[in-house]
Every structure is written in C-alpha cells, then in structure tokens.
C-alpha cells in the first residue's frame, strides 16, 4: 500500500473521484492544504499542520467542517494503518463544491491524503535566481496555504530547472529574497544564522520556526531581516527547512558550489533529535 485517502467518512487505497469539472475549487484554484511528516511512529508538529490548515481555510473563507484536533487524531488513525518503517506525507485539504466565482462556504469539503514517500537524503540541491516573485499580501491570499499560489512556484522550478539547477530561489515583490521555490531559506555567515523575516510574502514554515527555536535555544545567533540575494550568493554554508524533506543543505548557488556546513549539520541533528522525542504511537 503505498497511499490512503480519506473523504466523507471512509478509507480509499487509491485515488477516490471525489471532484468533477463543476468543482468550484478545480477551475477557481480555492483549496487549502497542509503538509506533515510521519516517519518511525512519530509526526513532529501534526498539531501546529492541523490547526495551520484550519486557519488557512479561514483566510480563504472556507468554513472548516473539522477541528485542529479531529484533523490531528484522523491524521494518527492513517499513519497506524501503514507499516511502521513507512515514511508518509501527511496532506489534509479544505476546498469548495458549490460556486461560480464565488464560492459557497457552506459547501466546503474535507480530504485527507497520505502517501509513501521518503525523506530525501541530505546530498544537497542546487539553486539559482528566477524571474518569478512571491506575491505580496494585497496580491494573493498569501497568509493561507493555498493551492493558487502554487502555479508561480511552478513556473519558478520549471524556469530554474530549465537553466540546469534543481529549485529556484524567489524574491519578494520589493527585491528581497523570500525563499527557495518549495522550501524556507537559511544561510550562515561568519557563525551567525541569518533568514529572510517573515513578511507576509512566503509561508512563514512550521518546520522553519522549529528550526529557529531550536538553534537559539542552542546558542546560536538566528536573525530574521531583510536579505540581498548578493548575501546568499556570498553565503559561507545555505540550507532549507520545509516539510516535506525538513533541513537539506543546498551544494550550489549559480556558478558556486558549497559542501554542507558545521551548522547546517546541527541543525539538522536538532530537529530529528526534537522529532524523536514527539509522541509515539
């Protein structure tokens, strides 16, 4: 088995059709997810995924039919059907059936995916500067995770992919740098952490507000301001925190390449120590 779906009550090992071309959320892109992680019988922050896709739906004016903790405990009872070893990517969804331009909140729908698929392995990605830029907040509805706003990361990658590298890295709409196209972006200089502050352009990460709580606590220096692509460029070591492969070091920025750094490897040996000390079930 290597995914199971929830929708209106039941389990489906497969792809259920639970939309169709008259979706609204299909042709007006007003779904909401979430992303979480389960590896060894753990799920390091469900809680915080579960209740950031409850208020993602309420920015986008959905009308959640779950609580935080019912999305937290349906998320638990997929994870336990699958073998113990499987490393799963936890994905609950909000979207809306009814509507033309406008939906209808009250028609709102909930699904919950999880799929088979490994943790990446920290061999490190290269990046470079595209054309595309995260919207600012009175452009998109940047403080939900929304599936709209996944088109202009795509056309990032594509464009990024295109120019031989494997993410792109986005700025903002005044120039700064936001992120890396699907992940949070960290670099260190001269021993001190340094990352874009979370001005309302990018998704301001689960996994990036543990990773920072976790160095500070640590002793380290993290400072969250205004960053040049110039300082990434000039960057003694350059990570990414996100859900979906949680801290990965990135190996080549433009025509530069980096080998993972004294940090970076800390920082990842924090967060998998705190993921280990999660909950088990």
Known sequence: MDKLVYYDGQWYDRNPAIMGPLTQSVWMATAVFDGARAFDRVAPDLDRHSERLIESARVMGLKPTKTARQVYELAWDGILRFPPETELYIRPMYYAEEGFVLFEPDSTRFTLSLLARPLAKPTGFSACLVAQRRPAPDMAPTLAKAACLYPNVGFAMRAANAKGFETAVMLDAEGHVAEFATSNLFFVKDGAVHTPKANGTFLNGVTRQRVIRLLRDAGHEVLERSVT?????????????????????????????????????????????????????
């Open 229 to 281: 692509y110039q300082e990434v460029l000039d960057a003694d070591e350059l990570f990414s925190t996100g859900n979906l492969n949680k801290v990965l070091p990135a190996t080549r920025i433009e025509d530069r390449n980096l080998q993972p750094g004294p940090v970076f490897k800390r920082a990842r040996e924090l967060y998998f120590d705190f993921a280990r000390t999660e909950t088990r079930r």
